[in-house]
């Protein structure tokens, strides 16, 4: 059973920088063919995909975020990590992590998700 868990400051000041990292458990991030995937709800609004790292460190990112995200990983500790900077208040949202078997979607396992709030 693969599970997924974020972790990262919940609170973050405007125009500083939100890092959080997903950390893996009961599979490999570097297994065939997988893409593993962060995702934010913002509250009220629907999920919006931000981006991808997948099975052999190629990253993508959502044209709209693409200017101010990065997403790394840390094979030896089976991490994945999101980094968005210059942040405003309305990037304040649920940030989920997962899974995905393909590029943008196709997400069969996901973290529980982790409020970070934009606010001075």
């Known amino acids: 059973q693969v599970q997924l868990q974020e972790s990262g400051p919940g609170l973050v000041k405007p125009s500083q920088t939100i890092s959080l990292t997903c950390t893996v458990s009961g599979g490999s991030i570097t297994t065939d063919y997988y893409y593993w995937s962060w995702i934010r709800q913002p509250p009220g609004k629907g999920l919006e995909w931000i981006g991808y790292?997948?099975?052999?460190?190629?990253?993508y990112v959502s044209p709209s975020l693409e200017s101010r995200t990065s997403i790394s990983r840390d094979t030896s500790k089976n991490q994945f990590t999101l980094q968005l900077t210059s942040v405003i208040p309305e990037d304040t949202a649920v940030f989920y992590c997962a899974r995905a078997t393909t590029g943008t979607s196709g997400m069969d396992y996901w973290g529980q998700g982790t409020q970070v709030t934009v606010s001075s």
């Open positions: 790292i997948n099975y052999v460190g190629v990253t």
